[in-house]
């Protein structure tokens, strides 16, 4: 009896066994798939971020701002489509500043004469007759550009004497159109001082017939910080100022500016400036993409206890037309600039905590010269269902921007472009 009874057990056991496969792969339909299999960046769903705050502004569009199109243009060096065939995308903030980067000028080898928004305080600073503008020069001379072709500058004389500065007049390398419009600017540039003792400032003056503090704290802004210890230093400035609409006009200062000749003029010696740049800095510099529910996606957000890591990946290569020295066709955009970097933004239906996540990734030293894989490790606990989603947002939000919006290491937001490519989202059980 006992016997047949640890039969019937062992027969159930076995069938019990039989029963549960153990080989199932209950994630099986996830593993290596993309989530935003639908959502490519041809797919329309991607779009620059509005800006509510200008929508009465007549004629305003985020497209003068931003730049965000398909890169048929570089169809000819095959960066066109990603290394997985799908349509590569320019993803640029443009410099609003007219000629920034000076490569615009025909004639490098002679004094700077082009852009009226460029002007010197008197004849005894001037830009240099024979290599104002200069272009690639051979290592071992005095002076080098800071990119390609940098502007030069220099007094006449040894003597720092009052009112010796060089004058930007950024209404004017802005254009009228954008310069009307409110809002918040950042004004940025590359530049050394190669003099011996001098020190220069870097000054803004008031806005002409304006009530709008354009600084970032006191009406008005100065550096004093253009040291010329060391002609290696390299120093990428920042400023903030805002528009109210009124404004007929702004002036930036470099050198002596109020007149006392105290060591902070342009002395005989040098100084260069390049990437001179003005973006908008009110606007989010992002493209932006909605999963509005969890099953938005080619496969569903998984929610609750199932959520797990997810991966987050896409590919950059630098923007060919961004090479300043650039000779062969696509040429160098006149004033486009490679990017700091670039930064996504996650907002995630999450059923407690954060829902939001923001990683940065800066460009290297060498470049994007080939495509290059990012990816960006995340752990979302998304809501059970698409009713648990709070009014008026979505399942996933995911916002990408070339520059840094994520901390202070490159100096807060900064013009540029870079291709993109494969946005792609896996869940990793």
């Known amino acids: 009896m006992r016997a047949r009874a640890l039969g019937i057990v062992s027969a159930s056991l076995l069938l019990l066994w039989s029963g549960c496969n153990l080989n199932v792969d209950y994630f099986g339909d996830y593993r290596g798939k993309n989530i935003l299999g639908n959502y490519g960046f041809s797919t329309g769903k991607w779009s620059l971020e509005p800006y509510s705050a200008y929508s009465a502004v007549p004629l305003y569009s985020t497209a003068d701002y931003m730049t965000w199109a398909a890169a048929s243009d570089l169809s000819g060096l095959g960066l066109d489509a990603g290394p997985d065939g799908t349509p590569a995308y320019r993803l640029e903030i443009k410099n609003l500043f007219q000629d920034g980067d000076f ?52 007094s006449a004389t040894t003597a720092d004497i009052p009112n010796n500065y060089l004058a930007i007049q950024l209404d004017s390398a802005l254009g009228s159109t954008l310069w009307q419009r409110s809002g918040g600017y950042r004004f940025r540039f590359s530049f050394y001082n190669a003099g011996s003792t001098t020190t220069l400032d870097v000054h803004m003056v008031n806005q002409t017939a304006s009530s709008t503090t354009n600084s970032e704290g006191s009406g008005t802004w100065t550096w004093n910080n253009l040291n010329a210890s060391d002609t290696v230093d390299v120093y990428n400035l920042s400023r903030y100022f805002t528009l109210d609409g009124t404004a007929t006009g702004a002036t930036v200062y470099i050198g002596d500016w109020n007149g006392t000749g105290t060591g902070n003029g342009v002395d005989a010696t040098a100084a260069v400036i390049d990437n001179v ?52 066709a696509p040429v ?60 008026g947002s979505s399942a996933l939000t995911i916002e990408m921007g070339p520059t840094n919006t994520y901390d202070s290491t490159t100096g807060g937001r900064d013009a540029g472009s870079l291709i993109i490519s494969s946005p792609t989202l896996v869940f990793n059980p």
């Open 332 to 391: 160098h955009s006149p004033n486009r600039l490679n990017p700091s970097g670039v930064t996504v933004v996650f907002t995630a239906a999450v059923k407690s905590g954060s829902g939001t996540y923001k990683a940065f990734t800066a460009r290297p030293a060498t470049g994007w010269t080939s495509w290059t894989k990012i990816t960006i490790p995340l752990g979302f606990d998304f809501v059970s269902s698409d009713s648990d989603i709070p009014s």
């Open 103 to 154: 490569e615009s000028q025909t004639n490098p080898s002679t004094s700077f004469t082009g852009d009226a928004w460029w002007s010197l305080s008197n004849s005894s600073v001037k830009f240099t007759s024979s290599s104002s503008l200069l272009p690639n020069i051979s290592s071992g001379t005095s002076y080098s550009p800071l990119e390609h072709v940098s502007l030069f500058f220099r």
């Open 277 to 328: 740049r003005v973006i908008q800095n009110d606007l989010p510099p992002y493209v932006i993409t909605k999963l509005s529910g969890l099953s938005s996606g080619s496969l569903k957000l998984l929610s609750g206890s199932r959520s797990g890591a997810y991966s987050f990946s896409f590919y950059v290569h630098d923007d060919p037309t961004a090479d300043q020295s650039r000779a062969v």
